[in-house]
């Protein structure tokens, strides 16, 4: 060994992660701007839910509050069908009141021009505008209850597409700190071997720089070539 044997700094040693087969993560350093970086290698399959996810998303997120035309238009039929069968419900019961009283005082009085008949006539005339305006808070409940059970269902939708997107990341992310991890292992085990090297090396020239003093000071014409 001469003198002047120099030990190389050993190339960045790259990271990667395999499954089955395929490399689905890597780390690597760009030696041109020394940057290093890790990538996710996705399957086509990944890659459709993924970007089916960032739409959803997207999608969800900008028409969150807005509500579109057709689907006024079902909660307005709903609310038709709820007002229908509430007015019905309260035909049924009061119009059948109202014939009974007005067969029952013409039968008792020969006619329903008293104030029996008028008395038991505005009776039921109060319950049923009571039962109206009880139907007509009803539907501006329902009404209600409607357009938050669409933003609900819209949250959820929303919190499940961020959920899912959420543990899509963390995957990858896995997959990228584990090649890392490898390349972090491999540049370790190369410093180590660098430094061992290293050290032999400067131990060898150190050995050689005394064998070779040492041969000068025995021999003075050695001396003269060095």
């Known amino acids: 060994m001469g003198k002047n044997s120099k030990v190389s700094y050993p190339e960045y040693s790259g990271g990667s992660v395999s499954v089955n087969g395929k490399t689905v993560a890597t780390a690597q350093r760009d030696s041109k701007n020394n940057v290093v970086g890790t990538s996710y290698n996705m399957s086509d399959t990944e890659k459709n839910i993924y970007d089916s996810v960032q739409k959803g998303m997207e999608s969800s997120l900008s028409n969150l509050f807005d509500i579109s035309d057709n689907q006024r238009t079902q909660w307005a039929n709903q609310l038709n069908a709820l007002k229908n069968r509430g007015i019905k419900n309260i035909e049924d019961i009061y119009t059948p009141m109202e014939t009974n009283l007005r067969n029952d005082v013409a039968r008792r009085f020969g006619n329903i ?100 003093t040492n041969l000068a000071q025995a021999t003075p014409m050695f001396a003269a070539l060095l």
């Open 113 to 212: 021009d008293n104030s029996v008949f008028l008395d038991n006539l505005n009776s039921i005339t109060n319950k049923k505008a009571s039962a109206i305006a009880d139907l007509s808070n009803q539907l501006a409940l329902s009404q209600s209850d409607l357009y938050t059970q669409e933003l609900n269902n819209r949250m959820n939708t929303l919190s499940f597409l961020s959920n899912f997107n959420s543990v899509l990341n963390n995957n990858m992310l896995n997959y990228m700190n584990a090649a890392a991890s490898n390349s972090a292992s491999g540049n370790s085990y190369n410093d180590k071997v660098y430094n061992a090297n290293l050290l032999n090396t400067q131990t060898q020239n150190k050995l050689f720089s005394n064998q070779m």
